[in-house]
């Protein structure tokens, strides 16, 4: 891993930006995930690529939370090939189930050296992408199965060290509402346009080295179901690829196996320009993840162009 620690819980690297993690797809989202599994392998005495439970079963650092927030200056779809960054990633403790990690991803020289709460929270760099992950131990509970996962923590794992987070920044409580409501919002705004689409598991493409539905094509899947809309609504690829996403936030719920045909309801308030976007979605009947994007545009036609 190249990067350097800062303290017990801060780890910094500045990274080159390569084809296999930029683009309009989930390549830079995988990019993060492997930043938040190295940071926690490199600050708390466990093997994240490689943990095993009491009983020797594998355990896997898995998403549960994930949100970007990105500003029109510096977001995710605007990297492209040679860009360089500088990434700081702090960990924050929750016990021997969880890790809350932070990254801060700036330019090179662009002052990523700093995670504090009270900074990251305000979002305020426009220049920069905040990145906050709450991941949880959990292993299969039948063998070959990627339904009903549970919680397992790998021997060794070492977070007393870490600090706690402030309350009033925990996590819980907004993935709790999602998790309940079935969106991030506060309040749904009035006026929806919904589209319902079927989406297969392919086996292809969709799952990672262990055979689980990858964290990021969650964020994959979520973005061909947009997609959906966006042609149903008549408008462009070209507009859709121009697309700035300033916030998404994304609850993963559970997991599903290959070929599994899953439901997707994509909700949408707001007129070209300026929109928000609400994805549920569901494995037979059960909800696995929930996502809410606020997206822009950059100029130019929105419709038809």
């Given at each position: 891993m190249n990067a350097t620690r800062l303290d017990e819980s801060t780890v910094t690297r500045t990274a080159l930006v390569t084809p296999g993690m930029c683009g309009p797809n989930s390549l830079f989202a995988g990019q993060l995930g492997d930043w938040t599994w190295e940071t926690v392998t490199a600050l708390c005495d466990v093997n994240a690529f490689d943990a095993r439970n009491e009983d020797g079963s594998p355990t896997y650092l898995s998403f549960y939370y994930f949100r970007i927030k990105a500003g029109r200056d510096m977001h995710v779809n605007g990297l492209t090939f040679g860009d360089r960054l500088d990434v700081t990633s702090r960990l924050f403790g929750f016990g021997s189930e969880s890790i809350l990690a932070l990254h801060k991803v700036s330019p090179v020289g662009g002052g990523a050296l700093a995670v504090e709460p009270e900074e990251f929270y305000r979002f305020d760099d426009p220049k920069a992408v905040y990145?906050?992950?709450?991941?949880?131990?959990?292993?299969?509970?039948?063998?070959?199965?990627?339904?009903?996962?549970?919680?397992?923590s790998p021997v060794?794992?070492?977070?007393?060290?870490?600090?706690?987070?402030?309350?009033?920044?925990?996590?819980?409580?907004?993935?709790?509402?999602?998790?309940?409501?079935?969106?991030?919002?506060?309040?749904?705004?009035?006026?929806?346009?919904?589209?319902?689409?079927?989406?297969?598991?392919?086996?292809?493409?969709?799952?990672?080295?262990?055979?689980?539905?990858?964290?990021?094509?969650?964020?994959?899947?979520?973005?061909?179901?947009?997609?959906?809309?966006?042609?149903?609504?008549?408008?462009?690829?070209?507009s859709y690829l121009r697309r700035v996403v300033l916030d998404q936030q994304l609850c993963y719920l559970g997991n599903a196996d290959a070929d599994a045909v899953l439901r997707i309801d994509v909700d949408a308030w707001g007129s070209p320009g300026d929109e928000l976007f609400n994805v549920v979605i569901k494995n037979h009947g059960r909800t696995i993840a929930v996502s809410t994007l606020h997206v822009v545009s950059t100029g130019g036609s929105h419709d038809g162009a």
């Open positions: 990145v906050e992950n709450f991941n949880r131990w959990i292993t299969r509970s039948a063998p070959g199965s990627n339904e009903g996962l549970v919680k397992s060794g794992f070492r977070h007393d060290h870490l600090p706690r987070l402030p309350d009033a920044y925990s996590p819980r409580r907004v993935y709790n509402h999602a998790r309940s409501r079935l969106t991030f919002l506060d309040a749904v705004p009035p006026d929806r346009e919904r589209l319902s689409v079927d989406y297969r598991v392919d086996a292809s493409r969709d799952l990672n080295g262990v055979g689980l539905l990858y964290f990021a094509s969650y964020f994959s899947i979520t973005d061909w179901a947009l997609l959906q809309l966006w042609r149903e609504r008549g408008r462009s690829t070209e």
